[in-house]
């Protein structure tokens, strides 16, 4: 099996696009606290699944209950390559995962969407389950959480 791995840094989002436009699956980051960050979300408008990999992603998850989990394809770094080589080799798992994404961001990450939390938000309808308190958190090593 032949693998073409394109590594993008510091190009104009275009190049981003056009690139992702052409591509199998994403690999956004080896250590994450986030489980959709930009690229992963960018990736996912265009139905192509993204790797993300971190310690504390499983925490972000439960912390976000409120919230459906963005369907990237979540790892440690030390499951990363068994991960990858999944992904690689199962094509119809991997425009699954792609098609997950794309529905997620489509539905939950949609402006009516997000505009309809705010206007909760705004209004003080505040979902109970939108509130956690910070020192039940287990995962103290990360920065975005």
């Known amino acids: 099996m032949n693998i073409e791995f394109v590594e993008i840094t510091n190009r104009p989002n275009s190049e981003v696009i056009a690139k992702l436009q052409q591509c199998d699956l994403v690999i956004d980051q080896l250590y994450s606290d986030s489980t959709m960050t930009g690229i992963a979300y960018e990736a996912a408008e265009l139905a192509k699944p993204t790797i993300v990999s ?9 912390y976000s ?20 080589r999944f992904y690689i080799e199962n094509q119809s798992a991997r425009i699954d995962a792609g098609q997950k994404a794309q529905d997620f961001v489509r539905t939950h990450w ?30 103290i090593f990360g920065c975005a959480i």
């Open 54 to 62: 971190g310690h504390g992603l499983n925490d972000v998850v439960i």
């Open 65 to 84: 209950k409120a919230m459906a989990a963005p369907p990237t394809l979540k790892c440690t770094p030390e499951t990363f390559e068994n991960t990858l």
């Open 110 to 139: 949609s402006r009516e969407s997000v505009a309809a939390k705010y206007k909760k938000l705004i209004s003080s309808s505040i979902e109970p389950d939108w509130i956690f308190n910070p020192l039940d958190i287990q995962y």
